[in-house]
């Protein structure tokens, strides 16, 4: 039963997806946000087929911890879950740093390219940091969010990556407020796994961070003890 229902909910995900996408390239003209609010429906959508087909929810703890002004938030990477819930749990006009292969699919990456995104080469190395920087400069001044994965990569549960410095070093060089989020998702929706698992993912966001002052490698060190130490305590079996 959870792999038909999980196969409904894939087959509804890749269709809507495609909708939303080609309506995104129809609105390639306006501004920014309409873009934006068409993520912020989309993901929606799929959160309540979500629920409803696979019976997969999620609970928020720590909303109030979210700033006015536009911040960079530093997320657990665990699925795929996380790339869909946030538009809904986040109330900012968000932008995320993510390769730039993504751009590449059809539709899909077309669409994703007009959503204002820090697409970045991984191979480049520091030149891809330095980009990174600039551009996440630029969105922060510009009212935007940025979302990073500090991990670089979905992480199974139980196990861990070192965290890239990138986010932390955007954060000291722009000295904007720094957001920590830590869920579980990767417990019912598993990294290259088709089945959706019922339940209720924990999201937990963190107080921010001031950086005025602080390194690198401190604000890294920092976010990755929260994030790793609240992970702990958030349930680990469905």
């Not at 495609?18 to 129809?26: D, E, V």
Request: glycine share 6%; charged share 15%; net charge positive.
């Amino acid at each position: 039963m959870v792999l038909l229902r999980s196969l409904l909910f894939f087959s509804s995900l890749v269709l809507n997806t495609f909708l939303f996408a080609t309506l995104m390239l129809l609105t390639g003209l306006a501004p920014f946000s309409v873009r934006n609010r068409i993520s912020v429906i989309w993901s929606h959508l799929n959160l309540w087929l979500l629920k409803h087909i696979c019976g997969l929810s999620y609970r928020v703890s720590g909303s109030e911890n979210i700033p006015d002004e536009p911040c960079i938030f530093l997320v657990k990477h665990q699925s795929a879950w996380e790339t869909i819930a946030l538009f809904s749990i986040l109330p900012h006009q968000i932008v995320w740093v993510l390769k730039r292969e993504l751009m590449w699919v059809p539709v899909f990456g077309w669409a994703l390219a007009l959503n204002r995104p820090i697409a970045i080469n991984r191979s480049a190395g520091r030149a891809a940091v330095k980009e990174m920087i600039q551009k996440g400069t630029s969105r922060l001044a510009s009212g935007n969010s940025v979302i990073i994965f500090p991990e670089g990569t979905r992480v199974a549960p139980g196990t861990r990556k070192r965290y890239g410095i990138g986010g932390s070093l955007l954060a000291e060089k722009s000295q904007h407020l720094v957001v920590p989020i830590c869920h579980n998702a990767g417990i019912f929706w598993r990294r290259r796994d088709i089945c959706k698992y019922p339940g209720t993912i924990d999201v937990v966001i963190g107080k921010a961070y001031q950086t005025d002052g602080l390194t690198a490698q401190a604000i890294n060190n920092n976010i990755e003890e929260w994030i790793e130490s609240t992970l702990e305590k958030l349930p680990q079996q469905r």
